[in-house]
């Protein structure tokens, strides 16, 4: 068996000892242009040149979550298209919103700008039902998400395509019902794929509806977010904050407003990282079944776009 290795951005070496420890027999090695066809490739934003000389892949193996960059190229139409399931994002996905949603909830901002002023002073607490944290996406990670904040005792929604059970959340579906669900957030956590669907969902008018003085947290992808759209909100004090880890150019160049925004705090697209050998176990195990032919979980379907 033959596996390529193509990984924009990534260190290859260490991928390529735990694929081959993964597989001894296996030939397992980094693309390059004219490069024997492989049988499964690994990939994280590869050019098409990849795919146009791989028409023969069975497997494609994305080692992120969303896939949206991914299916934006010609890829070998009989591959599979798997995407990362979980392979520890989830918790760390729930670590970074819960702390979030926290950081408002009991204004640590407000007792850390008193406590460098050398003030010693109380907040009167905020009251835990008025505080609704809408999930958008509620798939392996929305759903641990979603799930986690229940632990805190926050009233939880969540909105999908599809409908869904999950205890102590307030299931939302489809677009009939979004703006109710976005009329009962305070805060709106967004973990959906970016598809031609979802593609500038957080906007003026649907932004406007979350509850007044209301918190956005953008973990999924920087183009669901109209920028320009925030900052007016924020402006007008319709919207008191947003934490956002993903934007519509990465890196943020310099002079981008958020940087700076006192309302906005940001990340470099960290909440959630892949990590290198539960991903290659998650591969390893993938590749495996496909070869017996065994169904596996996360394969992408291209219509839907996620
Ligand atoms: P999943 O595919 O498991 O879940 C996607 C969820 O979104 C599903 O619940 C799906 O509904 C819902 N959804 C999709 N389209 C729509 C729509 N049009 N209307 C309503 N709901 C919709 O994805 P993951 O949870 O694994 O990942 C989510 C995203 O998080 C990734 O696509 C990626 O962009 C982002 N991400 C960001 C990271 C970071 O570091 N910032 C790291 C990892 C992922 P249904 O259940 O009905 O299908
Ligand atoms: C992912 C990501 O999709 O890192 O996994 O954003």
Redesign the pocket.
Known sequence: MKITFCCTGTKPEPWLAGLRAAFPGAQVEVWQAGAPAADHAVVWAPPQQFFDEQTQLKGIFNI???V?ALLKLRLPPRATVVRLDDAG?SVQMAEYVCHAVIRYFREFDGYEADVKAGKWSYRKPRERALFPVGVM??????QRVAQALTQFEFPVLG????V?AIEGVRCFAGAAQFNDFLRASKVLVN?????P??RDIMRLDTLAQLQAGGYVIN???GAHLVEEDLLTLLDRGQLAGATL??FRTEPLPAEHPFWRHPQITITP?????TLRDESIAQIAGKIRALEAGQPIVGIVDSVRG?
């Open positions: 992120g979550a969303g949206d994002m996406g509620l798939g392996v990670l929305g909105w999908s395509r599809s869904k973990l959906l794929p970016l598809t669907e979802t973990v999924a992808r880890d993903v697209h960290t909440s959630a990282r996620y």
